[in-house]
């Protein structure tokens, strides 16, 4: 009996061992845990590094055409869509400051804008493109679509050679960059080329839209050389040069969270208030106007690319019309009879001093490039430091900040130019320059009690 005791005492014993081994982790189990842990780890890490990394992925990309145009507005439609990070910098914060308290230019922003704003925000969303570069033209011109500068013109302020380099038109009775679609069109096109090429940022192509693109390359190629990351808060870039891109962000701030800041923004619809049609070439604009049942007026300020009150030769141009009179203009558009255009070609405007740079395309040489923008082949490689005559497709080049005595004396022709600071007014700016205000007022055919905005270009003094 004691003998079977001892039995029974033995097999549960080890039953009761085998319970704890079943419960105490082996050492390859343990090892298995670990890896799991560090795997889930490194999912984590990498997700967050990932959304850290990349500012230009949006939050969502699901909306239907329908849900955006059920928006009470155009600026919830573009607020829906927001997605680019604005940090808290001082220069953002000033500029954000600033803009908020200024109601009177929010309300003639609107104005302005309602014409056109509409299309560039469709725009983007067919491109796939940040809704937030809708504000750029804020900054830029404040929506003016005739807005003209020393060099710089339209909404998004094109220089010359960059609207040609970008299929814009630019001659003595028309200039594509002061069409609304066109050079939206053309600067989408510029913005998505930067974005490409200046390492998937899109604050680095609005520094380079607005500051030349050579300046953000070279930054970029020397913080590649150390190790660096290649963002654009990362690159070395005085401040006086990508003015643009803190007021750009303050936009959006403004605009994504406005009651924050406390700014009222003023309605604007979210639908078009115009539609694009198209106009024969040597078709006066009276008559267009005469036809569609609106004003001269409104017609030319729809469509300030025409430098003339009747349109150029050789092909059909693009004409922006009130929704209201489309209709109206395409049921009469037959009846409208060719005339000669008399008017004196406008005087041309010389070219911004600027920088201006040229992307390099298949088939290019040192030689035809330089043949091009009428410059020698050495100036040509010493502004680019080129060590050899070999280009690349895509790559991209000074190709104006050379000076000869011509251009020396060109520009001791063209007018003085004064670009309009935070808290200027017309009488400062006339005292700062010893010239009457009349004159100022004349010299930039300015009405009675106009507003200056930040970065407008005035003549102060015109070309003698």
């Not at 061992?17 to 082996?26: A, D, K, V």
């Not at 809708?134 to 960059?162: C, D, F, H, K, R």
């Given at each position: 009996m004691l003998k079977i005791n001892h039995v029974w005492i033995a097999l549960l014993l080890a039953i009761a061992g085998c319970s704890q081994?079943?419960?105490?982790?082996?050492?390859?189990?343990?090892?298995?845990?670990?890896?799991?842990?560090?795997?889930?780890?490194?999912?984590?890490?990498?997700?967050?590094?990932?959304?850290?990394?990349?500012?230009?992925?949006?939050?969502?990309?699901?909306?239907?055409?329908?849900?955006?145009?059920?928006?009470?507005?155009?600026?919830?439609?573009?607020?829906?869509?927001?997605?680019?990070?604005?940090?808290?910098?001082?220069?953002?914060?000033?500029?954000?400051?600033?803009?908020?308290?200024?109601?009177?230019?929010?309300?003639?922003?609107?104005?302005?804008?309602?014409?056109?704003?509409?299309?560039?925000?469709?725009?983007?969303?067919?491109?796939?493109?940040?809704?937030?570069?809708?504000?750029?033209?804020?900054?830029?011109?404040?929506?003016?679509?005739?807005?003209?500068?020393?060099?710089?013109?339209?909404?998004?302020?094109?220089?010359?050679?960059?609207?040609?380099?970008?299929?814009?038109?630019?001659?003595?009775?028309?200039?594509?960059?002061?069409?609304?679609?066109?050079?939206?069109?053309?600067?989408?096109?510029?913005?998505?080329?930067?974005?490409?090429?200046?390492?998937?940022?899109?604050?680095?192509?609005?520094?380079?839209?607005?500051?030349?693109?050579g300046r953000i390359q070279a930054a970029i190629m020397r913080n590649e050389a150390r190790g660096k990351p290649i963002d654009f808060w990362s690159l070395n870039i005085p401040e006086k040069y990508i003015k643009t891109v803190p007021k750009w962000l303050a936009m959006i701030q403004l605009v994504k969270e406005p009651t924050k800041y406390g700014l009222q923004l003023p309605e604007l619809a979210n639908k078009p208030s115009t539609v694009q049609t198209s106009v024969r070439a040597a078709i006066s604009l009276q008559e267009v106007a005469k036809i569609s049942g609106v004003a001269l007026s409104e017609i030319k300020a729809l469509n300030p690319a025409f430098r003339s009150n009747v349109t150029p030769t050789g092909k059909s141009w693009p004409l922006l019309l009130?929704?209201?009179?489309?209709?109206?203009?395409?049921?009469?558009?037959?009846?409208?009879?060719?005339?000669?255009?008399?008017?004196?070609?406008?005087?041309?405007?010389?070219?911004?001093?600027?920088?201006?740079?040229?992307?390099?395309?298949?088939?290019d040489t040192v030689g035809s490039i330089a043949k091009k923008f009428k410059i020698s082949a050495k100036s040509l490689r010493a502004m680019n430091k080129l060590k050899s005559d070999k280009l690349k497709p895509g790559q991209s080049l000074l190709v104006s900040n050379a000076t000869s005595s011509a251009a020396a004396a060109s520009k001791a022709k063209q007018p003085t130019m004064y670009k309009v600071q935070s808290g200027d007014s017309l009488d400062k700016i006339a005292r700062k320059h010893k010239v009457k205000v009349a004159d100022l007022m004349k010299w930039n055919k300015l009405k009675k009690n106009y507003m200056l905005m930040p970065n407008q270009q005035l003549i102060v003094k015109p070309a003698q």
């Amino acid at each position: 009996m004691l003998k079977i005791n001892h039995v029974w005492i033995a097999l549960l014993l080890a039953i009761a061992g085998c319970s704890q081994l079943s419960h105490t982790p082996t050492e390859t189990d343990t090892a298995k845990e670990a890896a799991e842990q560090t795997s889930t780890v490194a999912v984590v890490a990498k997700s967050t590094t990932q959304a850290e990394a990349v500012d230009n992925a949006p939050l969502r990309r699901d909306w239907a055409q329908s849900e955006l145009d059920q928006q009470p507005d155009l600026w919830s439609r573009m607020r829906q869509q927001m997605y680019l990070r604005v940090p808290e910098r001082s220069s953002v914060r000033q500029a954000r400051d600033f803009y908020a308290k200024q109601s009177k230019y929010w309300r003639e922003l609107s104005l302005r804008a309602d014409p056109i704003m509409y299309h560039v925000v469709r725009r983007l969303e067919q491109r796939n493109m940040p809704v937030e570069l809708a504000l750029l033209p804020i900054v830029e011109s404040a929506y003016n679509m005739s807005a003209q500068g020393a060099g710089p013109a339209g909404l998004w302020q094109l220089v010359p050679g960059t609207a040609k380099n970008f299929g814009l038109t630019i001659n003595g009775r028309y200039d594509g960059r002061k069409d609304g679609l066109a050079s939206t069109d053309a600067t989408l096109d510029y913005l998505q080329d930067l974005y490409n090429r200046l390492g998937h940022d899109w604050l680095n192509a609005v520094a380079a839209y607005n500051t030349g693109e050579g300046r953000i390359q070279a930054a970029i190629m020397r913080n590649e050389a150390r190790g660096k990351p290649i963002d654009f808060w990362s690159l070395n870039i005085p401040e006086k040069y990508i003015k643009t891109v803190p007021k750009w962000l303050a936009m959006i701030q403004l605009v994504k969270e406005p009651t924050k800041y406390g700014l009222q923004l003023p309605e604007l619809a979210n639908k078009p208030s115009t539609v694009q049609t198209s106009v024969r070439a040597a078709i006066s604009l009276q008559e267009v106007a005469k036809i569609s049942g609106v004003a001269l007026s409104e017609i030319k300020a729809l469509n300030p690319a025409f430098r003339s009150n009747v349109t150029p030769t050789g092909k059909s141009w693009p004409l922006l019309l009130p929704e209201h009179a489309a209709d109206r203009y395409q049921q009469n558009e037959a009846t409208l009879v060719q005339t000669r255009d008399t008017s004196p070609l406008p005087i041309e405007k010389k070219p911004s001093s600027r920088p201006q740079t040229y992307t390099v395309k298949s088939g290019d040489t040192v030689g035809s490039i330089a043949k091009k923008f009428k410059i020698s082949a050495k100036s040509l490689r010493a502004m680019n430091k080129l060590k050899s005559d070999k280009l690349k497709p895509g790559q991209s080049l000074l190709v104006s900040n050379a000076t000869s005595s011509a251009a020396a004396a060109s520009k001791a022709k063209q007018p003085t130019m004064y670009k309009v600071q935070s808290g200027d007014s017309l009488d400062k700016i006339a005292r700062k320059h010893k010239v009457k205000v009349a004159d100022l007022m004349k010299w930039n055919k300015l009405k009675k009690n106009y507003m200056l905005m930040p970065n407008q270009q005035l003549i102060v003094k015109p070309a003698q």
